[in-house]
């Protein structure tokens, strides 16, 4: 069956600290994998996007990796900011497999001053 | 994104009323999609559309039904609300033509309240 599993489920961190958080999937064929941001009572936002090929992608100072062999990602954010509290959701996409992103539940992340 | 907006923003309905949201995108993509969100649970697709003449079922399209108006306007209908339907629903559009990735953009969210 195909799957997102994140971690952890929340976080809590101080202004100024970094943070990575990991994703791990089962999909397959694999296709690409996204890193959204979602503010509470907002809709997820795009920071990165990551093919087979790809290993590391920046945005900013959000960056992601992908290790497509042992299935995993990890989204690394550098010197947090109070703005960065939000949900991180791992979305992979199957190959051939229009319209259907297999999402994880995200974790809940929350920069304290 | 405020190319995509959604309405009502927030609902409070009772069991077995008709509700309909619609969704509206100024993005010109053709391609648009319905997910529900519950608290704990990953985002789930509901039915998807990649022109004005297809209609998809995603994952959990039981109790929903949905209408392309046009490119621009995707509605969503309960035609019997129940409790269990109670959700956040997001309204997405895309357009491999200008992301060969097919990102999707995502409206605010209706918040959906049945009692």
């Known amino acids: 069956k195909n799957q997102v599993e994140q971690s952890p489920q929340s976080l809590i961190i101080l202004e100024g600290k970094n943070c990575t958080l990991q994703c791990n999937y089962t999909v397959s064929p694999f296709s690409n994998l996204r890193w959204y941001k979602q503010d509470t009572g907002r809709g997820p936002v795009s920071l990165t996007i990551?093919?087979?090929?790809?290993n590391t992608k920046s945005n900013g100072r959000y960056t992601a990796t992908l290790d497509a062999d042992t299935k995993q990602s990890s989204l690394h954010i550098t010197a947090s900011q109070l703005s960065d509290s939000a949900s991180y959701i791992c979305v992979v996409s199957c190959e051939g497999s229009q319209g259907n992103l297999i999402f994880g539940k995200g974790t809940k992340l929350s920069v304290k001053p | 994104d405020a190319d995509v907006t959604q309405t009502p923003r927030n609902r409070i309905t009772k069991t077995g009323k008709r509700i309909m949201l619609e969704c509206s995108q100024t993005?010109?993509?053709?391609?648009m999609y319905w997910y529900r969100q519950d608290p704990g649970l990953g985002l789930r697709l509901i039915y998807y559309?990649?022109?004005?003449?297809?209609?998809n079922k995603g994952e959990i399209s039981d109790g929903y039904s949905v209408s392309r108006q046009a490119q621009a306007k995707f509605s969503l209908s309960l035609e019997s609300a129940i409790p269990n339907q109670t959700a956040l629903y997001f309204c997405?559009?895309?357009?491999?033509?200008?992301?060969?990735?097919?990102?999707?953009?995502f409206g605010p969210g209706t918040r959906l309240t049945v009692l």
């Open positions: 993005k010109g993509h053709d391609r």
């Open positions: 990551m093919t087979f090929s790809e």
């Open positions: 997405a559009t895309s357009d491999p033509r200008s992301s060969p990735t097919d990102t999707q953009y």
């Open positions: 559309s990649f022109d004005v003449k297809d209609i």
